[in-house]
């Protein structure tokens, strides 16, 4: 006798998130920022124009990402480093080409954030990203990551620079910030969709950090390695996990009909 209770399972246009995903979400965001660097500063075309630049790559990519049937990784990833770098130098035009200061653009991306969520919420009853499987989910998803991305630029520069901790003392806490997180995963019941999204923020600074500690020369506490080998490494550390490492969409219960 059929089940009438049981539910088809669809498959989401993102992918699974496992320990795979948070590492190679950690080089994306961090190539972002060597990346974005690498062309506004080292290449001297300034905020304005490599925002320009990346702004028109992510929306190539995104409307790839959705036209696409379902789930591709290497579609998904190229999206996802096209918002970090977006995100980097999109962030670095508010802060210090319109003058708002970090703690201004911290404020009005996080805002921007927040009522991104709020209308995804109210629109489609969830921000899960199991449920990213329609054009209208799959939009508000990448707006939500942009904003994101871009906030968590602003906010690891604020750390690091106007808070004076630092690019090591700003990874420490952003780290720190982390691990809290994956133990509130562990060992409580809080809501998993809302632990997955501050997690996802919060990798953002710390991606940043971590690229500007590799690329700032050693007088400001870097690395002072070149913008373009680092990028370069970060590249190719993104492919060969990729390639090695297997990644499946997401699944979410539909509702039968």
């Not at 989910?137 to 620079?161: C, H, K, N, P, R």
Request: glycine share 8%.
């Amino acid at each position: 006798m059929q089940n009438n209770n049981t539910q088809p399972l669809a498959l989401s246009k993102v992918p699974t998130v496992t320990a795979t995903f948070w590492l190679v979400k950690i080089l994306a965001t961090t190539l972002g920022e060597t990346g974005g660097d690498a062309v506004t500063m080292s290449m001297n075309l300034g905020y304005f124009t490599g925002t320009l630049i990346f702004a028109l790559i992510f929306l190539v990519a995104v409307v790839v990402q959705i036209r696409h049937s379902s789930f591709n990784k290497w579609i998904y990833w190229i999206t996802v480093v096209a918002t970090t770098t977006m995100g980097t130098t999109l962030a670095d035009f508010a802060d210090r080409s319109l003058g708002i200061g970090y703690p201004g653009g911290t404020l009005l991306l996080s805002t921007l954030l927040i009522l991104t969520l709020f209308l995804w919420r109210v629109t489609c009853g969830t921000v899960a990203v199991s449920s990213v499987n329609t054009s209208v989910t799959e939009i508000f998803y990448w707006v939500t990551i942009m904003f994101s991305q871009t906030l968590g630029t602003a906010l690891g520069d604020w750390t690091a620079d106007t808070e004076g901790l630092g690019y090591e003392g700003s990874m420490m806490l952003f780290a720190g910030a982390l691990a809290v997180v994956w133990a509130g995963s562990r060992f409580t019941t809080f809501s998993r969709t809302a632990l997955f999204w501050t997690a996802f923020i919060l990798t953002r600074p710390l991606g940043a950090v971590v690229g500007d500690f590799l690329d700032k020369p050693l007088a400001a506490g870097g690395m002072a390695l070149s913008r373009y080998s680092a990028s370069l490494t970060l590249t190719l550390l993104i492919v060969t996990l990729l390639w090695l490492l297997p990644q499946r969409p997401a699944i979410h219960s539909a509702p039968a009909h």
